[in-house]
């Protein structure tokens, strides 16, 4: 199995990218050397950050498809990890997260195969009428409800939900011309993109809070520089990297700025509920996995599907 061929025009975008992120450092470094009474240790802890995440997103995506779903494999087990780290379980209900954990390996031999069939349904009917089977094994029902609830709704998020972003590196299939691996790069940069549009343009021009006891630095102005940004963005990597025509292009960079939006206030809701500002200090100066895939629970899935269905 070898669908992770890299086309030359990923290769543009990939080097478009390290460019990009040369520029960021140039600039921090300029930055800090032309206002010195000012700290811009965040900037260079996000922009060191940026480099480590997308040295290794390159090499797992170009060696081949195999170790592009491992890697993404290991993704879905750290965000759900780190998920169960910050919710509170019952300690009777603590051996239902191990085959929360062993759905992992076992959805992705569904993508690894190709078996669309259980790979759609494995995790929202296989899984979600399972767990409860083990906590009621246990005997203990108190907490019961908050626990089934919130180890599956972390499996549907953090499993379920990213694992699209692995069934589209196999969605083309051999014969097609266009690399699943394109269509993976696309996405990862369209929702990243759109996280740092929407940051950029809230800070500058923000002004009118959307979801203000949610997530406060949320801003009408940053919303919609996003989607500008992020539909410009599509316009010119879309023919490139996928097979849209120009409505499909358009329509990707809408679909994916708006629910890259959603994705990221849902996360914040949660972060709200538990009263904590990052999920963890993994990722110095992003905090943690949640924070840095918190777009992609939305944009994966609702992508993968809109793909799909209009082009394989």
């Known amino acids: 199995m070898n669908l992770g061929k890299i086309s030359s025009e990923m290769l543009i975008v990939m080097i478009g990218v390290f460019i990009v992120l040369v520029l960021s450092s140039l600039i921090s470094i300029y930055l800090t050397k032309r206002y010195p009474e000012k700290d811009f240790t965040e900037i260079r802890l996000r922009i060191k950050s940026w480099w480590s995440m997308c040295i290794i997103f390159t090499i797992a995506l170009v060696i081949n498809s195999t170790v592009s779903l491992i890697f993404l494999g290991l993704l879905?087990?750290?965000?759900?990890?780190?998920?169960?780290?910050?919710?509170?379980?019952?300690?009777?209900?603590?051996?239902?997260?191990?085959?929360a954990y062993l759905s992992i390996p076992i959805q992705f031999t569904?993508?690894?195969?190709?078996?669309?069939?259980?790979?759609?349904?494995?995790?929202?009917?296989?899984?979600?009428?399972?767990?409860?089977?083990?906590?009621?094994?246990?005997?203990?029902?108190?907490?019961?409800?908050?626990?089934?609830g919130s180890v599956q709704w972390g499996l549907m998020l953090m499993v379920f939900s990213l694992s699209h972003i692995a069934y589209l590196i196999v969605l083309p299939g051999e014969k097609s011309t266009v690399p699943g691996a394109s269509l993976v790069l696309f996405l990862v940069i369209l929702t990243q993109a759109n996280d740092v549009c929407q940051f950029m343009f809230g800070k500058a021009f923000g002004k009118h809070k959307i979801v203000p006891k949610v997530s406060p630095n949320k801003t009408w102005e940053g919303f919609v520089g996003g989607i500008i940004s992020t539909t410009i963005l599509s316009l010119c990597l879309a023919p490139l990297l996928t097979p849209f025509t120009l409505l499909g292009m358009?329509?990707?960079?809408?679909?994916?700025?708006?629910?890259?939006?959603?994705?990221?206030?849902?996360?914040?809701?949660?972060?709200?509920d538990l009263n904590i500002k990052d999920t963890s200090q993994t990722i110095p100066g992003h905090g943690g996995i949640l924070d840095r895939v918190d777009s992609l629970t939305y944009t994966a899935p609702l992508f993968f599907h809109f793909v799909r269905f209009f082009y394989f």
């Open 250 to 272: 358009i329509v990707a960079g809408l679909y994916i700025s708006i629910m890259g939006f959603v994705g990221d206030v849902n996360i914040s809701a949660l972060k709200r």
């Open 76 to 99: 879905c087990f750290l965000a759900l990890k780190e998920y169960f780290s910050l919710i509170p379980t019952n300690r009777s209900h603590r051996a239902v997260l191990f085959w």
């Open 110 to 148: 569904f993508i690894y195969f190709g078996f669309y069939g259980m790979f759609i349904i494995f995790i929202p009917v296989y899984m979600f009428l399972f767990i409860p089977i083990q906590a009621i094994l246990i005997g203990e029902t108190k907490g019961f409800l908050q626990s089934m």
